[in-house]
């Protein structure tokens, strides 16, 4: 699998966020025009034994309720939202170094996938959505004849 396009200006605000973050007061978590942050979430892709796809995201503190997963035109889309906890009455914020806000990854997927055999899980902060192959895509084995 293969990112949708990159962008060499989106990893440079991975710095600009914490940065800007330690000289706002009560460390907010909106960006200047107002609107919430976006932040990346790791992630991980592999094949397994059975040429199965995984895409393994790191989602901790991100509800399930807040996670969208879909699969169109051979690109899979990982959206969704981590909130700010707020403190309320408890007490001031003095350093936030968590990100929070929407995050929206896409990769391209091989025309393989079999669409209608995608699973996600969302388990102890990790989002796992396997995209299995198609029974006729997986590799056979073929027996070579001595002639």
């Known amino acids: 699998m293969s990112y949708v396009q990159w962008n060499p200006f989106r990893e440079l605000s991975v710095f600009r966020t914490p940065v800007g973050r330690t000289f706002r007061p009560g460390g ?25 796809l995984v895409v393994s995201a790191d989602l901790s503190g991100v509800d399930p309720k807040d996670v969208s997963v ?24 003095y350093r936030t170094e968590r990100a929070y806000g929407s995050f929206r990854r896409s990769f391209s997927v091989p025309n393989t996938v079999d669409g209608d055999g995608v699973t996600a899980e969302h ?14 895509a997986k590799p056979q084995r073929i027996t070579v004849k001595a002639a």
Do not use: C, N
């Open 123 to 136: 388990k102890d902060g990790t989002l796992r959505v396997t995209l299995p192959q198609k029974e006729d």
């Open 70 to 93: 879909t699969l169109e035109d051979g690109m899979l889309t990982l959206a969704g939202e981590r909130k700010f906890e707020s403190t309320g009455d408890k007490g001031r914020v």
């Open 28 to 52: 907010s978590i909106t960006e200047d025009s107002g609107t919430e942050s976006s932040w990346t979430p790791a992630v991980d892709v592999y094949e397994t034994e059975d040429h199965a």
